[in-house]
Protein backbone atom coordinates (compact mmCIF):
# COMPACT_ATOMS: atom_id res chain seq x y z
CA UNK A 1 0.00 0.00 0.00
CA UNK A 2 0.94 3.35 -1.18
CA UNK A 3 1.57 6.40 1.79
CA UNK A 4 -0.86 9.29 1.09
CA UNK A 5 2.66 11.33 0.83
CA UNK A 6 3.52 8.68 -2.28
CA UNK A 7 0.32 8.58 -3.68
CA UNK A 8 0.58 12.89 -4.14
CA UNK A 9 4.18 12.35 -5.17
CA UNK A 10 3.23 9.99 -7.96
CA UNK A 11 -0.08 12.32 -8.70
CA UNK A 12 2.33 15.09 -9.10
CA UNK A 13 4.80 13.26 -11.18
CA UNK A 14 1.83 12.53 -13.73
CA UNK A 15 0.84 15.67 -14.33
CA UNK A 16 4.30 17.44 -14.57
CA UNK A 17 4.63 14.79 -17.44
CA UNK A 18 1.47 15.17 -19.15
CA UNK A 19 2.52 18.71 -18.75
CA UNK A 20 5.60 18.16 -20.32
CA UNK A 21 3.59 16.01 -23.04
CA UNK A 22 1.67 19.09 -24.33
CA UNK A 23 4.67 21.39 -24.48
CA UNK A 24 7.03 18.87 -25.96
CA UNK A 25 3.57 18.17 -28.76
CA UNK A 26 2.44 21.77 -28.91
CA UNK A 27 6.19 22.80 -29.55
CA UNK A 28 7.07 20.18 -32.14
CA UNK A 29 4.24 21.46 -34.34
CA UNK A 30 4.99 25.18 -33.73
CA UNK A 31 8.46 24.81 -35.22
CA UNK A 32 7.31 22.13 -37.96
CA UNK A 33 4.62 24.74 -39.01
CA UNK A 34 7.43 27.74 -38.93
CA UNK A 35 10.03 25.86 -41.12
CA UNK A 36 6.73 24.71 -43.55
CA UNK A 37 5.48 28.49 -43.06
CA UNK A 38 2.33 27.13 -42.62
CA UNK A 39 0.32 30.24 -40.81
CA UNK A 40 -2.81 28.07 -40.21
CA UNK A 41 -1.04 25.19 -37.88
CA UNK A 42 1.23 28.29 -36.22
CA UNK A 43 -1.51 30.01 -34.94
CA UNK A 44 -2.98 26.69 -34.00
CA UNK A 45 -0.59 25.28 -32.17
CA UNK A 46 0.37 28.42 -30.40
CA UNK A 47 -3.66 27.92 -29.64
CA UNK A 48 -3.23 24.75 -28.53
CA UNK A 49 -0.09 25.42 -25.97
CA UNK A 50 -2.23 28.68 -24.17
CA UNK A 51 -5.12 27.10 -24.03
CA UNK A 52 -3.82 23.56 -22.55
CA UNK A 53 -1.52 25.51 -20.32
CA UNK A 54 -4.10 27.46 -18.73
CA UNK A 55 -6.19 23.79 -18.37
CA UNK A 56 -3.33 22.96 -16.29
CA UNK A 57 -3.42 25.82 -13.59
CA UNK A 58 -7.14 24.98 -13.06
CA UNK A 59 -6.92 23.81 -9.49
CA UNK A 60 -8.76 21.14 -7.96
CA UNK A 61 -9.16 19.42 -4.29
CA UNK A 62 -6.82 17.49 -3.52
CA UNK A 63 -9.30 14.48 -3.69
CA UNK A 64 -10.58 15.48 -6.92
CA UNK A 65 -6.99 15.99 -8.97
CA UNK A 66 -6.03 12.51 -10.20
CA UNK A 67 -9.99 12.74 -12.16
CA UNK A 68 -9.06 15.76 -13.42
CA UNK A 69 -5.71 14.53 -14.48
CA UNK A 70 -7.74 12.14 -16.47
CA UNK A 71 -9.76 14.88 -18.27
CA UNK A 72 -6.86 16.80 -19.15
CA UNK A 73 -5.00 13.43 -20.69
CA UNK A 74 -8.70 12.93 -22.76
CA UNK A 75 -7.73 16.44 -24.29
CA UNK A 76 -4.41 15.73 -24.42
CA UNK A 77 -4.91 12.82 -26.73
CA UNK A 78 -7.99 13.88 -28.96
CA UNK A 79 -5.63 16.69 -30.04
CA UNK A 80 -2.28 15.02 -30.30
CA UNK A 81 -2.38 13.19 -33.75
CA UNK A 82 -4.85 15.27 -35.49
CA UNK A 83 -2.04 18.27 -34.46
CA UNK A 84 0.73 16.62 -35.62
CA UNK A 85 -0.87 15.21 -38.62
CA UNK A 86 -1.77 18.95 -39.57
CA UNK A 87 1.25 20.93 -38.49
CA UNK A 88 3.50 18.19 -40.40
CA UNK A 89 1.78 18.22 -43.79
CA UNK A 90 0.72 14.66 -43.79
CA UNK A 91 -2.96 16.13 -42.74
CA UNK A 92 -3.42 17.63 -46.32
CA UNK A 93 -2.68 14.31 -48.14
CA UNK A 94 -5.18 12.27 -46.39
CA UNK A 95 -7.48 14.67 -46.24
CA UNK A 96 -8.27 13.93 -49.83
CA UNK A 97 -9.77 10.51 -49.24
CA UNK A 98 -12.54 12.08 -46.79
CA UNK A 99 -15.93 13.75 -48.52
CA UNK A 100 -14.48 17.30 -47.21
CA UNK A 101 -10.93 18.10 -46.19
CA UNK A 102 -9.78 19.89 -42.96
CA UNK A 103 -10.74 17.13 -41.12
CA UNK A 104 -7.84 17.08 -38.98
CA UNK A 105 -8.21 20.95 -38.36
CA UNK A 106 -12.00 20.46 -37.18
CA UNK A 107 -11.17 17.77 -34.61
CA UNK A 108 -8.78 20.18 -33.23
CA UNK A 109 -10.20 23.21 -33.13
CA UNK A 110 -13.35 21.38 -31.67
CA UNK A 111 -11.76 20.48 -28.77
CA UNK A 112 -9.65 24.02 -28.65
CA UNK A 113 -13.14 25.33 -28.20
CA UNK A 114 -13.81 22.91 -25.16
CA UNK A 115 -10.79 24.17 -23.69
CA UNK A 116 -11.94 27.86 -24.32
CA UNK A 117 -14.56 26.73 -22.08
CA UNK A 118 -12.84 25.15 -19.16
CA UNK A 119 -10.57 28.45 -19.05
CA UNK A 120 -13.08 31.15 -19.42
CA UNK A 121 -15.03 29.18 -16.58
CA UNK A 122 -12.04 28.57 -13.94
CA UNK A 123 -9.73 31.46 -14.93
CA UNK A 124 -12.83 34.10 -14.78
CA UNK A 125 -16.64 34.95 -13.44
CA UNK A 126 -18.00 33.43 -16.68
CA UNK A 127 -20.03 31.16 -15.83
CA UNK A 128 -21.61 28.03 -18.80
CA UNK A 129 -23.92 25.61 -18.48
CA UNK A 130 -24.75 22.66 -20.92
CA UNK A 131 -26.41 23.73 -23.51
CA UNK A 132 -24.73 27.00 -24.20
CA UNK A 133 -21.56 25.03 -24.11
CA UNK A 134 -22.71 22.54 -26.74
CA UNK A 135 -23.80 25.38 -29.17
CA UNK A 136 -20.40 26.83 -28.45
CA UNK A 137 -18.19 24.35 -29.58
CA UNK A 138 -20.20 23.73 -32.47
CA UNK A 139 -20.46 27.39 -33.75
CA UNK A 140 -17.05 27.58 -32.80
CA UNK A 141 -15.52 24.66 -34.97
CA UNK A 142 -18.09 26.29 -38.00
CA UNK A 143 -16.35 29.69 -37.51
CA UNK A 144 -13.17 28.66 -37.58
CA UNK A 145 -13.53 26.49 -40.71
CA UNK A 146 -14.71 29.45 -42.39
CA UNK A 147 -11.20 31.80 -41.39
CA UNK A 148 -9.73 28.56 -42.50
CA UNK A 149 -11.64 28.77 -45.84
CA UNK A 150 -11.51 32.05 -46.37
CA UNK A 151 -7.72 32.06 -45.68
CA UNK A 152 -6.85 29.73 -48.30
CA UNK A 153 -9.32 32.20 -51.24
CA UNK A 154 -6.58 34.94 -49.57
CA UNK A 155 -3.50 33.07 -49.97
CA UNK A 156 -4.70 32.31 -53.52
CA UNK A 157 -5.67 35.83 -54.56
CA UNK A 158 -2.43 36.99 -53.53
CA UNK A 159 0.14 34.20 -53.32
CA UNK A 160 -0.49 32.55 -56.26
CA UNK A 161 -1.60 29.24 -54.71
CA UNK A 162 -3.96 26.88 -55.83
CA UNK A 163 -5.95 25.41 -52.47
CA UNK A 164 -9.01 26.07 -53.67
CA UNK A 165 -10.77 25.00 -57.24
CA UNK A 166 -14.11 27.13 -57.13
CA UNK A 167 -17.28 27.81 -55.06
CA UNK A 168 -18.57 24.45 -55.65
CA UNK A 169 -15.34 23.53 -53.76
CA UNK A 170 -15.39 26.10 -51.22
CA UNK A 171 -19.34 25.53 -50.19
CA UNK A 172 -19.16 21.87 -50.31
CA UNK A 173 -16.33 22.31 -47.61
CA UNK A 174 -18.17 24.52 -45.62
CA UNK A 175 -21.28 22.34 -45.79
CA UNK A 176 -19.60 19.02 -44.63
CA UNK A 177 -17.80 21.12 -42.03
CA UNK A 178 -20.70 22.29 -40.64
CA UNK A 179 -22.72 18.82 -40.53
CA UNK A 180 -19.21 17.41 -39.06
CA UNK A 181 -19.01 19.98 -36.12
CA UNK A 182 -22.89 19.05 -35.27
CA UNK A 183 -20.98 15.52 -35.20
CA UNK A 184 -18.95 16.83 -32.67
CA UNK A 185 -20.96 18.78 -31.11
CA UNK A 186 -23.47 15.44 -30.46
CA UNK A 187 -20.05 13.61 -29.68
CA UNK A 188 -19.60 16.20 -26.74
CA UNK A 189 -23.15 16.06 -25.03
CA UNK A 190 -22.40 11.98 -24.22
CA UNK A 191 -19.02 12.65 -22.94
CA UNK A 192 -19.95 15.44 -20.66
CA UNK A 193 -23.32 13.20 -19.79
CA UNK A 194 -21.15 10.16 -19.12
CA UNK A 195 -17.74 11.74 -17.27
CA UNK A 196 -17.21 12.25 -13.66
CA UNK A 197 -14.66 14.31 -13.32
CA UNK A 198 -14.68 17.31 -11.22
CA UNK A 199 -14.47 20.78 -12.29
CA UNK A 200 -17.49 20.20 -15.06
CA UNK A 201 -20.03 20.43 -12.43
CA UNK A 202 -21.55 24.19 -13.71
CA UNK A 203 -20.61 23.10 -17.23
CA UNK A 204 -22.81 20.37 -16.70
CA UNK A 205 -25.62 22.14 -15.76
CA UNK A 206 -28.83 22.43 -17.92
CA UNK A 207 -30.32 25.46 -18.70
CA UNK A 208 -33.33 27.05 -16.20
CA UNK A 209 -34.71 30.38 -16.27
CA UNK A 210 -35.12 32.28 -13.06
CA UNK A 211 -39.00 31.69 -11.06
CA UNK A 212 -39.84 35.33 -12.28
CA UNK A 213 -38.96 35.34 -15.96
CA UNK A 214 -41.29 32.65 -17.51
CA UNK A 215 -42.61 34.38 -20.72
CA UNK A 216 -39.52 33.89 -22.98
CA UNK A 217 -41.86 36.14 -25.58
CA UNK A 218 -42.36 39.33 -23.49
CA UNK A 219 -39.10 38.96 -21.52
CA UNK A 220 -37.49 39.25 -24.91
CA UNK A 221 -39.28 42.50 -26.21
CA UNK A 222 -38.26 44.46 -22.97
CA UNK A 223 -35.07 43.94 -23.93
CA UNK A 224 -35.56 45.04 -27.53
CA UNK A 225 -37.29 48.12 -26.24
CA UNK A 226 -34.54 49.02 -23.51
CA UNK A 227 -32.08 48.83 -26.27
CA UNK A 228 -33.82 50.90 -29.24
CA UNK A 229 -35.84 52.61 -25.93
CA UNK A 230 -34.14 56.44 -26.85
CA UNK A 231 -35.91 57.35 -29.69
CA UNK A 232 -39.85 56.64 -30.45
CA UNK A 233 -41.17 58.51 -33.73
CA UNK A 234 -43.69 57.70 -35.84
CA UNK A 235 -42.32 58.49 -38.58
CA UNK A 236 -40.16 55.39 -38.35
CA UNK A 237 -43.12 53.05 -38.78
CA UNK A 238 -44.82 54.99 -41.65
CA UNK A 239 -41.29 54.72 -43.22
CA UNK A 240 -41.01 50.92 -42.38
CA UNK A 241 -44.91 50.47 -43.96
CA UNK A 242 -43.66 51.92 -47.63
CA UNK A 243 -40.77 50.00 -47.63
CA UNK A 244 -43.37 47.04 -46.77
CA UNK A 245 -45.22 48.06 -49.40
CA UNK A 246 -41.65 48.54 -51.91
CA UNK A 247 -41.18 44.37 -51.42
CA UNK A 248 -44.82 43.61 -52.55
CA UNK A 249 -44.56 45.56 -55.48
CA UNK A 250 -41.33 43.49 -56.08
CA UNK A 251 -43.24 40.26 -55.61
CA UNK A 252 -45.63 40.95 -58.25
CA UNK A 253 -42.51 42.44 -60.51
CA UNK A 254 -41.21 39.05 -60.13
CA UNK A 255 -44.17 36.95 -60.64
CA UNK A 256 -45.11 38.82 -64.19
CA UNK A 257 -41.78 38.29 -65.27
CA UNK A 258 -41.55 34.51 -64.43
CA UNK A 259 -38.71 34.79 -62.15
CA UNK A 260 -38.73 32.42 -59.13
CA UNK A 261 -36.06 33.89 -56.87
CA UNK A 262 -36.84 37.38 -57.20
CA UNK A 263 -40.38 36.65 -56.10
CA UNK A 264 -39.76 33.96 -53.55
CA UNK A 265 -36.92 36.39 -51.44
CA UNK A 266 -39.07 38.95 -51.59
CA UNK A 267 -42.24 36.96 -50.27
CA UNK A 268 -39.16 35.51 -47.57
CA UNK A 269 -38.35 38.93 -47.31
CA UNK A 270 -41.91 40.24 -46.52
CA UNK A 271 -42.79 37.83 -43.76
CA UNK A 272 -39.60 38.97 -42.16
CA UNK A 273 -40.44 42.56 -41.94
CA UNK A 274 -44.12 41.86 -40.96
CA UNK A 275 -43.03 38.89 -38.18
CA UNK A 276 -42.32 41.91 -35.70
CA UNK A 277 -45.83 42.86 -36.20
CA UNK A 278 -47.08 39.70 -35.38
CA UNK A 279 -45.13 38.85 -32.63
CA UNK A 280 -46.40 42.33 -31.25
CA UNK A 281 -49.78 41.16 -31.79
CA UNK A 282 -49.01 38.02 -29.60
CA UNK A 283 -47.26 40.08 -26.92
CA UNK A 284 -49.70 42.86 -26.93
CA UNK A 285 -46.71 45.00 -26.35
CA UNK A 286 -45.57 47.35 -29.26
CA UNK A 287 -42.63 46.93 -31.00
CA UNK A 288 -40.08 49.69 -31.52
CA UNK A 289 -40.56 51.70 -34.41
CA UNK A 290 -36.49 52.30 -35.23
CA UNK A 291 -36.38 48.48 -34.88
CA UNK A 292 -39.09 48.07 -37.12
CA UNK A 293 -37.77 50.35 -39.83
CA UNK A 294 -34.33 49.22 -39.65
CA UNK A 295 -35.46 44.95 -40.51
CA UNK A 296 -37.47 46.94 -43.23
CA UNK A 297 -34.67 49.10 -45.19
CA UNK A 298 -32.23 45.97 -44.85
CA UNK A 299 -34.39 43.94 -46.36
CA UNK A 300 -35.74 46.39 -48.98
CA UNK A 301 -32.72 47.32 -49.90
CA UNK A 302 -32.00 43.24 -50.38
CA UNK A 303 -35.19 42.59 -52.56
CA UNK A 304 -34.90 44.89 -55.23
CA UNK A 305 -31.62 44.61 -55.66
CA UNK A 306 -32.32 42.13 -58.61
CA UNK A 307 -35.38 43.26 -60.22
CA UNK A 308 -33.68 46.78 -60.16
CA UNK A 309 -30.80 45.54 -61.54
CA UNK A 310 -28.27 47.13 -59.27
CA UNK A 311 -26.00 44.12 -58.24
CA UNK A 312 -24.53 44.62 -61.91
CA UNK A 313 -24.93 48.32 -62.23
CA UNK A 314 -23.00 48.41 -58.68
CA UNK A 315 -20.39 46.19 -57.99
CA UNK A 316 -20.68 45.75 -54.28
CA UNK A 317 -24.27 46.07 -54.11
CA UNK A 318 -24.22 42.40 -52.98
CA UNK A 319 -21.69 43.22 -50.08
CA UNK A 320 -23.73 46.53 -48.92
CA UNK A 321 -26.77 44.08 -48.64
CA UNK A 322 -24.59 41.52 -46.47
CA UNK A 323 -22.89 44.65 -43.99
CA UNK A 324 -26.71 45.71 -43.58
CA UNK A 325 -27.87 42.62 -42.51
CA UNK A 326 -25.68 41.55 -40.72
CA UNK A 327 -25.88 44.72 -38.22
CA UNK A 328 -28.93 43.31 -38.06
CA UNK A 329 -28.36 39.69 -37.26
CA UNK A 330 -25.73 40.73 -34.97
CA UNK A 331 -27.60 43.07 -33.04
CA UNK A 332 -30.29 40.16 -32.85
CA UNK A 333 -27.60 37.93 -31.75
CA UNK A 334 -26.71 40.22 -28.82
CA UNK A 335 -29.95 40.76 -27.92
CA UNK A 336 -30.96 37.72 -27.20
CA UNK A 337 -27.36 36.62 -25.38
CA UNK A 338 -28.23 39.50 -23.07
CA UNK A 339 -31.54 37.97 -22.62
CA UNK A 340 -30.36 34.78 -22.01
CA UNK A 341 -28.08 35.93 -19.79
CA UNK A 342 -30.41 38.01 -17.40
CA UNK A 343 -32.81 35.18 -17.34
CA UNK A 344 -30.64 32.34 -16.48
CA UNK A 345 -30.04 30.88 -13.47
CA UNK A 346 -27.26 29.01 -15.01
CA UNK A 347 -25.58 30.80 -17.45
CA UNK A 348 -23.49 34.38 -16.48
CA UNK A 349 -21.46 36.16 -19.44
CA UNK A 350 -19.45 38.63 -17.97
CA UNK A 351 -20.35 42.13 -19.91
CA UNK A 352 -17.17 42.27 -22.54
CA UNK A 353 -17.72 39.14 -23.04
CA UNK A 354 -20.67 40.11 -25.09
CA UNK A 355 -19.31 41.40 -28.33
CA UNK A 356 -17.07 37.93 -28.35
CA UNK A 357 -19.47 36.06 -28.32
CA UNK A 358 -21.66 38.19 -31.35
CA UNK A 359 -18.38 37.94 -33.29
CA UNK A 360 -17.97 34.04 -33.02
CA UNK A 361 -21.57 32.83 -33.59
CA UNK A 362 -22.58 35.77 -36.48
CA UNK A 363 -20.02 33.86 -38.38
CA UNK A 364 -21.53 30.56 -38.35
CA UNK A 365 -25.35 32.85 -38.97
CA UNK A 366 -23.27 33.77 -42.35
CA UNK A 367 -22.31 30.28 -43.61
CA UNK A 368 -26.10 29.07 -42.70
CA UNK A 369 -26.84 31.58 -45.15
CA UNK A 370 -24.77 31.35 -47.94
CA UNK A 371 -25.38 27.41 -47.59
CA UNK A 372 -28.86 28.06 -48.28
CA UNK A 373 -28.19 29.85 -50.96
CA UNK A 374 -25.67 27.42 -52.39
CA UNK A 375 -28.26 24.57 -52.12
CA UNK A 376 -30.59 26.92 -53.61
CA UNK A 377 -29.14 27.42 -57.08
CA UNK A 378 -28.21 23.32 -56.69
CA UNK A 379 -32.00 23.19 -56.63
CA UNK A 380 -33.49 25.33 -58.48
CA UNK A 381 -31.03 26.54 -61.48
CA UNK A 382 -30.92 30.32 -59.88
CA UNK A 383 -27.61 31.92 -60.05
CA UNK A 384 -28.16 33.43 -56.07
CA UNK A 385 -24.16 32.98 -55.65
CA UNK A 386 -22.00 34.33 -58.50
CA UNK A 387 -19.05 33.00 -57.84
CA UNK A 388 -16.15 31.87 -55.22
CA UNK A 389 -15.61 35.74 -55.27
CA UNK A 390 -18.70 36.99 -54.68
CA UNK A 391 -19.08 34.51 -51.48
CA UNK A 392 -16.48 35.15 -49.58
CA UNK A 393 -16.84 38.53 -49.69
CA UNK A 394 -20.66 38.12 -48.32
CA UNK A 395 -19.38 36.13 -45.67
CA UNK A 396 -16.36 39.22 -44.92
CA UNK A 397 -19.10 41.60 -44.85
CA UNK A 398 -20.96 40.08 -42.46
CA UNK A 399 -18.51 39.77 -39.99
CA UNK A 400 -18.16 43.90 -40.87
CA UNK A 401 -21.60 44.31 -40.75
CA UNK A 402 -21.13 42.65 -37.12
CA UNK A 403 -18.35 45.26 -35.80
CA UNK A 404 -20.61 48.06 -36.88
CA UNK A 405 -23.41 46.58 -34.96
CA UNK A 406 -21.34 45.97 -32.02
CA UNK A 407 -19.54 49.47 -32.27
CA UNK A 408 -23.32 51.07 -32.66
CA UNK A 409 -23.75 48.71 -29.24
CA UNK A 410 -21.72 50.30 -27.45
CA UNK A 411 -22.66 54.28 -28.40
CA UNK A 412 -26.25 53.74 -28.57
CA UNK A 413 -27.48 51.29 -26.51
CA UNK A 414 -28.21 52.34 -22.39
CA UNK A 415 -26.19 51.59 -20.19
CA UNK A 416 -28.64 49.49 -18.38
CA UNK A 417 -28.68 46.87 -20.96
CA UNK A 418 -24.94 45.66 -19.84
CA UNK A 419 -25.69 45.74 -16.48
CA UNK A 420 -25.83 41.67 -15.24
CA UNK A 421 -25.69 39.91 -12.25
CA UNK A 422 -24.23 36.39 -11.78
CA UNK A 423 -25.85 33.82 -11.93
CA UNK A 424 -26.34 31.72 -8.57
Same mark, same amino acid.
Given at each position: ????????????????????????????????????????????????????????????????????????????????????????????????????????????????????????????????????????????????????????????????????????????????????????????????????????????????????????????????????????????????????????????????????? !?? #?????? /????? *??????? %? =? @??????????????????????????????????????????????????????????????????????????????????????????????????????????????????? !?? #?????? /????? *??????? %? =? @????
Amino acid at each position: MLSALEVNMLRSSEERNLLLCVVFVGASSLLISLYRRDILWITTSILYMVLMWGVSKIEMEEKDEYRFYLLKNDLFLWTLFPLLLGASGIARVIDIYFIFRSIFFAIVISILGFTIILNLEHHTSFRPNFHFTIVFVILFTIGAATILEIGRFISDQFLGTELLEGNLHFMSDLLWISIFSIFIGNRLKNYLKETKAPGLERIKTYFERTAKERDHKEDFLKILNLAFCRYDNRWFLFIARILQIGILVTVIYGMMVNSAS !VA #GWAIFS /FLLTI *YPDVFSR %D =T @KRSIPPLFTLWVSAVLFIYSVGRPLGFYQLIGWWAEITHLLSGTVVAVLIFLVLVYVNKISKTLYIIPWMLPLFVLIFMVPVGVIWEIGEFLFDLSFGTRLQAGLEDTVYDLIFD !VF #GALVSI /FIAYL *YFPPKIW %D =T @KESS
